[in-house]
T-cell receptor, first 114, second 111 residues
Framework: ETGVTQSPTHLIKTRGQQVTLRCSSQ?????VSWYQQALGQGPQFIFQYYREEENGRGNFPPRFSGLQFPNYSSELNVNALELDDSALYLC?????????????FGPGTRLTVL | SQQGEEDPQALSIQEGENATMNCSYK?????LQWYRQNSGRGLVHLILIRSNEREKHSGRLRVTLDTSKKSSSLLITASRAADTASYFC???????????FGSGTQLTVLP
C-alpha cells in the first residue's frame, strides 16, 4: 500500500462526455503527477502539479486539465471524450528530493469510453 | 522519442532461476527507476538509481546503470511465482521530475 488513493475504480462513459478523476496523495507529499496507460503500453505522463500549480505537461491536448487542492489532492478532468481515451489513469505523489524523487502510485482508474 | 525501452518484451523462467531485464534510454537522466505492475493495477516502486551510481541492491533485486551506454539492467535472483508481473523502467530527465516509461517486460515465473 502506497497511501495514494484514486476514485472511482472503474468508469464507463460515452464519446463526447466529460469525466473527473480524483487522487488523494500520500501524507506529506506536495507533488502529484498523472499518467495515462493504454492497454499493453507503459504509462505516459500527462501533467504534474506542485503546490497547486502545473509544473510540467506531456503531449496531451488542452481537453486534459487538472487541479491540485490545498490539501494536495488532485483532479484530472477530460472533456469531449474520445474512444482513444480508454485507458488506466494513474496518479502518483512525491516530494522533491533533489534528484532522488520516488513517485508512489495509486491503484488507478480504469476508464472505458464507448 | 526519449522513451526508455525494455528488453526482452516477454520472459518466461522457472521458479528459482534468475531473471534479467534490460532498459535503454536516449537522453541524460537525473535517475532511473524500476517499477512492477501486476495485471493492470497500480505500479509498485522497486528501486531508484541515481545518475552518479553504478549499482544498487535491494533484497533479491540488483540494478546496474551504465550512463555511457545509456542502459540499465534489473536482476531478480531466485525468482518466485509471485514475481510474475510486468516490469517497467522509468527515466527522470526533466526539471519537472516527470517519468518517461518504456513499454515493459512481461515476466512469467513458472512454479
Amino acid at each position: 500500500e502506497t497511501g495514494v488513493t484514486q476514485s472511482p475504480t472503474h468508469l464507463i462513459k460515452t464519446r463526447g462526455q466529460q469525466v473527473t478523476l480524483r487522487c488523494s496523495s500520500q501524507s506529506g507529499h506536495n507533488t502529484v503527477s498523472w499518467y495515462q496507460q493504454a492497454l499493453g503500453q507503459g504509462p505516459q505522463f500527462i501533467f504534474q502539479y506542485y503546490r497547486e500549480e502545473e509544473n510540467g505537461r506531456g503531449n496531451f491536448p488542452p481537453r486534459f486539465s487538472g487541479l491540485q487542492f490545498p490539501n494536495y489532492s488532485s483532479e484530472l478532468n477530460v472533456n469531449a471524450l474520445e474512444l482513444d481515451d480508454s485507458a488506466l489513469y494513474l496518479c502518483a505523489s512525491s516530494v522533491p528530493q533533489g534528484g532522488k524523487d520516488t513517485q508512489y502510485f495509486g491503484p488507478g482508474t480504469r476508464l472505458t469510453v464507448l | 522519442s526519449q522513451q526508455g525501452e525494455e528488453d526482452p518484451q516477454a520472459l518466461s523462467i522457472q521458479e528459482g532461476e534468475n531473471a534479467t531485464m534490460n532498459c535503454s534510454y536516449k537522453t541524460s537522466i537525473n535517475n532511473l527507476q524500476w517499477y512492477r505492475q501486476n495485471s493492470g493495477r497500480g505500479l509498485v516502486h522497486l528501486i531508484l538509481i541515481r545518475s552518479n551510481e553504478r549499482e544498487k541492491h535491494s533484497g533479491r533485486l540488483r540494478v546496474t546503470l551504465d550512463t555511457s551506454k545509456k542502459s540499465s539492467s534489473l536482476l531478480i535472483t531466485a525468482s518466485r511465482a509471485a514475481d510474475t508481473a510486468s516490469y517497467f523502467c522509468a527515466t527522470d530527465f526533466s526539471s519537472a521530475r516527470q517519468l518517461t516509461f518504456g513499454s515493459g517486460t512481461q515476466l512469467t515465473v513458472l512454479p
